[in-house]
């Protein structure tokens, strides 16, 4: 028996209490919004896959080494000083490729983010894997190297020669690549298509299933979740809805028999103490923090989760191309097309409704996303409203809601052709000279030099 404290001493807890306090803590601390959010941030940090090369160099040097001590090979006939001197070589262009990477890594921000939007900066730059995998072999390279100098010997370590001298050219051929690739990487044509693919790629996993028909008109929220209810609060930092765990949410639901509705959406700048979840019925019984360790925070937006990212990006920089300051509306047609795909892909997708019910058909969670009228909203007012004024980007937009118009489900039309009369309305406010109207009005898959899109008629 553990004997009772003494006045002014702190108790003492017995083993097995302890052990479960201390896996508590651990198990408290570990939570899938934690994960989530360490996962995101790991893939857009640069230092994760150098870090990693000089652990697997740091465990495959020894073995080479004592490879080559066991079989002593002779495959350069390097001499002492010949030896010495490739090493040097080798770590003083590893050198300066590390130098000359990150650099122009930073000279790549500064434009991406001038010049684009600062958006991509974390979404599309630092989560490039050409960038990362070449600053590892370079880090990989040189401690390889620096750990040969250091090893060597009066008899030379053929093998380790060797290593080093392919691990060299590997390296050069990298770099040349890697300038080439830099290069053509910033060019605002290969900017939007890679935020198009992972736009395309996060629709498809948020809206796994294809368009029906309009479902059927929801209940009233109230009537279909019940009372009494209480809520959730936020913690005490200000953050923004990185992801939710759905799966999580239903069975805690599901188990409690109640109702769970998340108040935002993915994508939301959540403040300080705001109302995060209303528990609904049988769900009032759930204990804040199980629920709030379902959900994944972060500094900023990222595409996980979060299709309509995808779309504000694109917009963005089809905005700052249409700035008087940049004034390049060509780069805002490149923008456009990438619109008109993710379009065309959300439109071809079941969008979900805000109430996800279980397998015997209850409600279970209200999660909010954005419907079709939100998607096409985003994508053509804010271009509209810069835009209108300029041929090119009247004539796509209007080849793009006309192609969209004959191509989607029925029922995704009425969206379109409210967009089409605003359109109407922008560039005949625009547009006083007969000619130049008429010009405008037609639509044009390329913006200004075709007009593919003038056959298709508007019709009822």
Same mark, same amino acid.
Request: with cysteine.
């Given at each position: 028996?553990?004997?009772?404290?003494?006045?002014?001493?702190?108790? /003492?807890?017995?083993?097995?209490?302890?052990?479960?306090? !201390?896996?508590?803590?651990?198990?408290?601390?570990?939570?899938?919004?934690?994960?989530?959010?360490?996962?995101?941030?790991?893939?857009?940090?640069?230092?994760?896959?150098?870090?990693?090369?000089?652990?697997?160099?740091?465990?495959?040097?020894?073995?080479?080494?004592?490879?080559?001590?066991?079989?002593?090979?002779?495959?350069?006939?390097?001499?002492?000083?010949?030896?010495?001197?490739?090493?040097?070589?080798?770590?003083?262009?590893?050198?300066?490729?590390?130098?000359?990477?990150?650099?122009?890594?930073?000279?790549?921000?500064?434009?991406?983010?001038?010049?684009?939007?600062?958006?991509?900066?974390?979404?599309?730059?630092?989560?490039? %894997?050409?960038?990362?995998?070449?600053?590892?072999?370079?880090?990989?390279?040189?401690?390889?190297?620096?750990?040969?100098?250091?090893?060597?010997?009066?008899?030379?370590?053929?093998?380790?020669?060797?290593?080093?001298?392919?691990?060299?050219?590997?390296?050069?051929?990298?770099?040349?690549?890697?300038?080439?690739?830099?290069?053509?990487?910033?060019?605002?044509?290969?900017?939007?298509?890679?935020?198009?693919?992972?736009?395309?790629?996060?629709?498809?996993?948020?809206?796994?299933?294809?368009?029906?028909?309009?479902?059927?008109?929801?209940?009233?929220?109230?009537?279909?979740?019940?009372?009494?209810?209480?809520?959730?609060?936020?913690? %005490?930092?200000?953050?923004?809805?990185?992801?939710?765990?759905?799966?999580?949410?239903?069975?805690?639901?599901?188990?409690?028999?109640?109702?769970?509705?998340?108040?935002?959406?993915?994508?939301?700048?959540?403040?300080?103490?705001?109302?995060?979840?209303?528990?609904?019925?049988?769900?009032?019984?759930?204990?804040?923090?199980?629920?709030?360790?379902?959900?994944? !925070?972060?500094?900023?937006?990222?595409?996980?989760?979060?299709?309509?990212?995808?779309? #504000?990006?694109?917009?963005?920089?089809?905005?700052?191309?249409?700035?008087?300051?940049?004034?390049?509306?060509?780069?805002?047609?490149?923008?456009?097309?990438?619109?008109?795909?993710?379009?065309?892909?959300?439109?071809?997708?079941?969008? #979900?409704?805000?109430?996800?019910?279980?397998?015997?058909?209850?409600?279970?969670?209200? !999660?909010?996303?954005?419907?079709?009228?939100?998607?096409?909203?985003?994508?053509?007012?804010?271009? /509209?409203?810069?835009?209108? %004024? %300029?041929?090119?980007?009247?004539?796509?937009?209007?080849?793009?809601?006309?192609?969209?118009?004959?191509?989607?489900?029925?029922?995704?039309?009425?969206?379109?052709?409210?967009?089409?009369?605003?359109?109407?309305?922008?560039?005949?406010?625009?547009?006083?000279?007969?000619?130049?109207?008429?010009?405008?009005?037609?639509?044009?898959?390329?913006?200004?030099?075709?007009?593919?899109?003038?056959?298709?008629?508007?019709?009822?």
């Amino acid at each position: 028996m553990i004997p009772d404290p003494q006045e002014g001493e702190t108790p /003492r807890l017995a083993p097995a209490e302890s052990r479960r306090r !201390f896996r508590d803590r651990i198990r408290g601390g570990v939570t899938w919004g934690r994960v989530y959010r360490l996962t995101s941030y790991l893939k857009s940090a640069l230092w994760t896959v150098p870090l990693i090369a000089i652990a697997v160099e740091l465990a495959i040097s020894p073995m080479i080494h004592a490879l080559d001590d066991w079989q002593r090979w002779n495959l350069t006939h390097l001499e002492l000083t010949g030896a010495t001197a490739l090493y040097q070589t080798v770590i003083t262009l590893t050198l300066s490729f590390l130098v000359f990477t990150f650099g122009q890594l930073l000279v790549a921000i500064q434009i991406a983010g001038g010049q684009l939007t600062p958006r991509i900066i974390a979404t599309i730059l630092l989560r490039n %894997n050409v960038v990362r995998y070449s600053v590892g072999l370079f880090v990989f390279t040189l401690v390889f190297a620096v750990g040969a100098l250091n090893r060597q010997t009066a008899a030379v370590h053929e093998l380790v020669a060797t290593v080093t001298g392919v691990l060299g050219v590997a390296c050069i051929a990298d770099f040349l690549f890697l300038i080439d690739y830099a290069a053509r990487l910033l060019r605002p044509v290969a900017v939007v298509a890679r935020v198009g693919d992972e736009g395309v790629a996060m629709i498809k996993a948020v809206y796994p299933d294809p368009a029906t028909a309009l479902p059927p008109e929801e209940a009233a929220l109230h009537e279909r979740v019940g009372a009494p209810s209480r809520l959730v609060q936020h913690g %005490n930092a200000s953050e923004i809805v990185l992801a939710v765990e759905i799966p999580a949410l239903l069975a805690l639901a599901r188990l409690h028999d109640g109702v769970i509705e998340f108040l935002p959406q993915v994508g939301d700048f959540v403040a300080a103490e705001e109302p995060l979840f209303v528990l609904h019925g049988g769900a009032m019984a759930i204990d804040d923090r199980t629920v709030l360790c379902t959900v994944a !925070f972060g500094p900023e937006r990222t595409l996980e989760q979060d299709p309509m990212f995808a779309f #504000r990006i694109i917009v963005d920089i089809a905005l700052k191309a249409l700035s008087p300051a940049i004034n390049d509306p060509t780069t805002a047609v490149l923008a456009l097309d990438q619109v008109h795909r993710l379009l065309r892909v959300v439109g071809r997708r079941r969008l #979900r409704g805000e109430v996800i019910l279980d397998d015997s058909g209850q409600p279970r969670v209200i !999660f909010r996303t954005p419907n079709w009228e939100h998607y096409v909203q985003v994508a053509c007012n804010e271009i /509209r409203a810069c835009g209108a %004024n %300029n041929l090119q980007i009247a004539r796509r937009m209007r080849a793009m809601l006309m192609n969209l118009r004959s191509t989607l489900p029925d029922h995704r039309r009425a969206a379109l052709d409210t967009e089409l009369d605003m359109l109407d309305w922008a560039i005949k406010a625009h547009y006083t000279r007969p000619e130049e109207l008429a010009l405008a009005m037609i639509p044009d898959m390329q913006g200004l030099g075709g007009s593919s899109g003038a056959r298709l008629q508007r019709s009822a």
